[in-house]
């Protein structure tokens, strides 16, 4: 993340940026310092990317927003509650991938 923002910060894309972490681990199989995530920033698709950052795109569709305060109690609830949730409200989980730590700065 810090990679990016740098990046960013060089680029002038960081004074109103959309951050997210993609996780690549499950964090209940996965030991803490293994957990792996990928780091993004939300850019227009008119955007002139370089070499020194990787660009992919998000497939379009329903993402649900679960706002959660970002301490270690408040994310472990979350993640306990919102699989039943989405299933008691009738959602379906896909294959897209699970967004964390979104910031707008």
């Known amino acids: 993340m810090e990679k990016l923002k740098k ?7 960081l004074k109103s940026a959309i951050l997210l972490a993609i996780p690549q681990d499950n964090p209940e199989i996965t030991l803490p310092e293994n957990c792996r995530f990928d780091a993004c920033i939300v850019i227009s698709k008119d955007y002139q990317m370089d070499d020194s950052i990787c660009e992919s795109e998000l497939s379009g569709g329903k993402y649900l927003i679960y706002e959660v305060k970002h301490t270690a109690e408040d994310i472990q609830k979350a993640y306990a509650d919102i699989f039943p949730s989405l299933q008691r409200n009738g959602y379906q989980i896909d294959n897209k991938p699970f967004l964390k730590d979104t910031l707008v700065i």
């Not at 990046?7 to 894309?13: D, G, I, P, V």
């Open 7 to 13: 990046w960013a910060k060089e680029k002038n894309l």
